[in-house]
């Protein structure tokens, strides 16, 4: 059976499939999202309160580095094979490279229950791998493509998005109050993770379903990156933990993360910058297809891999 939080996704698809009034207020859902990411990063920060060493530099330099990495790889695959113009090659080589922090919450969830060792600076993977793959996209789309776009005002709108705002501020204030100095709201948020979790993904279903139906059979180039790209990426990840030595837990979190796409930093970013991109056509490979084939077989896929690395 899936975590129980994985079927709040599903019947989130079902219902939009069936065409049900079902319908979580937009208002809503932006309150969950940033509980949600709140949270993730106010456990990491309470986690990592008096644990914070300058020997974890090196590791968690790596993981922005291969955060940055994975769009360089993943554009000529785009360009060539995908047969995508410049344009949208990089603006979906950025959402690959970036991270889904629903994926994350998914993958943490997953580990809880099965009591794995995840280390208090996993929440910072999430953090360092968002921006580096915009960022990166970015630079080579202007490189091939001659625009003029300015990289500052790129840089801004990246490193002040609501998500890196709410992971990183969540993070700083847990580290700064731990257990004790954060007790009067923790509960509020920690207790909660999974009730927020469940009604994130049903919202999420719903949208994943409105971009499946009708199914666009004409970009099958892009579908089967879409469903390829994942395992190929979480392979990556799963190597780059092994190296780093990481727990089992904290790689999984790293091989997900890497194989997830990016649905709400990176179209932010990217409407933006690569104008003449069609984040249309990146939202239903990152959302439609990567974020469910992730949440519903993905994760376990992962776990089992890092296990056989082990």
Known sequence: MPDIVVTFFILG???GIARSDLQVPKAAYDTLSILLMLTIGLKGGLALHGRLDMALVPQLAAIAILGGLIPLACYPVLRRLVRLDS????SIAAHYGSVSAGTFAVALAYGQSRGLDIAPEATLYLVLMELPAIIVAIILYRRVSGSRSELPAV???AFT???VILLAGGVLI???YGADGGGSVAPLFLTAFKGLLALFLLEMGLCTARYLF???WQHWRLIGFALAAPFVLAF??????HLLGLSEGSALILATLTASASYIAAPAAIRGAIKEADIGLAMFVSLGITFPLNVMVGIPLYHRLIAWMG
Do not use: C, M, V
């Not at 990556?236 to 933990?241: R, S």
């Open 87 to 90: 344009a949208n090659s990089a």
């Open 161 to 163: 998005s609501r998500g």
């Open 236 to 241: 990556a990840g799963a190597a780059t933990g």
């Open 214 to 216: 009708p199914f666009p």
């Open 13 to 15: 698809i079902i219902a």
């Open 174 to 176: 847990g580290y700064l």
């Open 155 to 157: 840089l801004h709108e």
